[in-house]
């Protein structure tokens, strides 16, 4: 696409917001040679030949990520076999850096703050394997079922609890967590009021209830969180709601926090370049009030500010924590770290190890980082990392 045609599809009042965000308006006439990835799911790597064959063109390995693949941008993958059997799932290699920039361990406790669409919250799940847990928190309901229909379809779920709660207030660790020494069955035995093994229908007087009053698609600060899934080795059974849902001190959360949190927060999406392109077909009306509204701007950075906030107090001592977010403005990026470190005494922010290896651009203060699609042949993210020490 030739550039100058490309900038001039855009309303002028996005191309002023790029220009008083600094951000490169050329970075929109990449669309046609930004690449689509995909990843395989450990012990499938035999079927990416099964993939060439489906989509008729050879899938370029990544170096720089473990496990991802790219394909030219038109290519579909929907209809590929190994997509239906849930041997591959898309991804964006951008997203994929965010979650390996945890560092996760084998055992890891994980929090994903902003879990829709789910993605990044499969990949963690691989990553850990038969250990650890994960926790998936997202604000939509809508959105958080169709997390547990990806988990469902890629049988990753064993490990996992949805919670559909707002980020800035959630406050469940994974405290309940036990060794394979206690059983299920034994607590089972003791007690009534537990949770079971979880099942997608509800009883009776739940439906009732929720036919009655309705179900909010977006759940506000005043609701308690509603846990809509949970695998068989998440944590979950063999508790009661009070156990599960217990306040806890600080000084709880400081040794039996999360292991890791990833806060990918709500933003502009101004940095996913097929995101913004959808806009032509949406009408850039939309993207006034999206975007551009300096008023959702601001809302935007206090949001940021919380989701990061909370997500790090949820973390245990000597825990990481990573920050990121598809906008390429400062305001949504440094702008929050910079504000969140004056605010927390116990947050450092560190080195990303795998960074030396990412096909990027260092972020405006030390220690960040900015994917864009003329210099990483990525959709735009930025990614900050930062380490809970003892003061």
């Known amino acids: 696409m030739d550039p100058a045609a490309a900038t001039a599809s855009l309303p002028d009042a996005f191309l002023h917001f790029l220009e008083s965000n600094g951000i490169d308006p050329s970075i929109y006439t990449s669309i046609d040679s930004t690449p689509r990835y995909i990843r395989l799911k450990p012990g499938f790597e035999y ?43 898309g991804i964006d290699a951008s997203s994929g850096a965010a979650v390996m920039a945890l560092g996760i361990e084998p ?20 990553l850990l394997g038969d250990s650890g847990s994960v926790t998936g928190v997202d604000a939509a309901k809508h959105r958080l079922a169709a997390c547990r229909t990806m988990l469902q379809k890629y049988k990753l779920g064993d490990r996992c609890r949805l919670f559909v709660a707002d980020g800035t207030t959630f406050s469940v660790i994974p405290d309940g967590f036990r060794s394979d020494s206690e059983s299920c069955e034994s607590r089972l035995e003791e007690r009534t009021d537990v949770f079971k093994e979880w099942t997608s229908r509800r009883p009776w007087k739940e439906r009732k209830q929720a036919k009655k009053c309705g179900t909010p698609q977006v759940v506000s600060k005043s609701q308690p969180p509603e846990l809509i899934y949970y695998g068989r080795h998440s944590g979950v059974i063999g508790l009661t709601k009070g156990e599960l849902y217990k306040t806890v001190s600080e000084n709880d959360i400081a040794s039996y926090g999360y292991d890791k949190v990833l ?3 709500e933003c502009t999406h ?11 077909h949406w009408g850039w009306i939309t993207l006034q009030r999206r975007v551009l509204d300096a008023e959702r701007t601001d809302n935007l950075h206090v949001l940021q500010l919380n989701l990061l ?5 949820l973390l245990k001592v000597g825990g990481s924590l990573v920050y990121s977010t598809c906008s390429l403005t400062v305001a ?11 605010e927390n005494i116990t947050a450092e922010l560190t ?15 030390p220690k960040t980082w900015r994917f864009d699609p003329l210099t990483s042949q990525t959709s ?6 930062f380490r809970k020490v003892v003061i």
């Open 47 to 89: 079927c990416i030949e099964e993939v060439e064959s489906e989509v008729k063109c050879k899938p370029e390995k990544l170096e720089w990520l473990l496990g991802f693949y790219s394909l030219p941008p038109n290519i579909q993958i929907a209809s590929s076999k190994a997509y239906q059997e849930g041997k591959i799932y």
């Open 107 to 126: 055992g890891d406790h994980v929090l994903d703050l902003c879990a829709a669409p789910g993605a990044k919250l499969c990949m963690i799940l691989d």
């Open 263 to 265: 806060v990918d927060a």
């Open 270 to 280: 101004d940095g996913s370049v097929k995101h913004i392109q959808k806009f032509e």
């Open 309 to 313: 906030t909370n997500g790090f107090r």
């Open 332 to 342: 949504q990026n440094e702008d929050v770290v910079e504000q969140f470190l004056k």
């Open 351 to 365: 080195e990303i190890d795998a960074a030396r290896n990412w096909p990027c651009k260092g972020g405006h203060i």
């Open 380 to 385: 735009g993210l930025f990614v900050a990392k």
